[in-house]
């Protein structure tokens, strides 16, 4: 072989060794450039964490569902409000939706018992009933009333 050949032979295989190096150098500084976005990850907030059962009293006059009962809240300016939905089925299912109004600033934290009488709501006397609080459902403790008894004279006394 003679020296040209030679010579361009190598400089063929140098070439393609600086090329190399400068094509790894351009992917490692694009890698840099590029910042990795992470989303964060929303956490739920839960509001009033502490009541996931709810007890009450259900009462059956004629054919009419009421509910009665009580629940505490962190503050005495937490109002309970509670609304009844009846679904069509059968049996029907009766859902107690909870929820609570807070339109103060500052308030003293004081844990307050907030009591509640559902409006009268017809259903058969088979319908389920569950309940939602802030929208979560939650444990629905149902204690039958006594014959007799009214929901205006409603007392709950819950050992526990």
């Known amino acids: ?3 040209r050949t030679i010579l361009l032979v190598v400089s063929f295989f140098l070439l393609i060794i600086v090329g190399m190096f400068v094509f790894a150098y351009l992917k490692r500084a694009e890698m840099v450039q590029t910042p990795v976005v992470e989303t964060p990850v929303e956490e739920e907030v839960v509001l009033y964490p502490g009541i996931t059962r709810i007890d009450a009293k259900h009462y059956i006059i004629d054919g009419e569902h009421t ?3 009580e629940l505490v809240l962190p503050t ?3 109002l309970l409000e509670v609304d009844t ?3 069509e089925s059968y049996p029907e299912q009766i859902v107690l ?3 609570v109004i807070n339109n103060s600033e500052m308030c ?3 844990m307050t018992t907030q009591r509640f009488i559902t409006e009268s709501v017809a259903a058969s006397p088979e319908a389920t009933v569950t309940a939602t609080f802030m929208g979560r459902v939650v444990e629905l ?3 039958p009333a006594a014959p007799g008894e009214r929901p205006e004279e409603f007392e709950l006394f ?3």
């Open 85 to 87: 939905t009846v679904r």
């Open 141 to 143: 403790n149902l204690i």
């Open 67 to 69: 509910f009665a009962g």
């Open 158 to 160: 819950i050992k526990g």
């Open 1 to 3: 072989m003679d020296k």
């Open 97 to 99: 939706n909870f929820n």
């Open 108 to 110: 003293a934290q004081v």
């Open 76 to 78: 005495p300016c937490d």
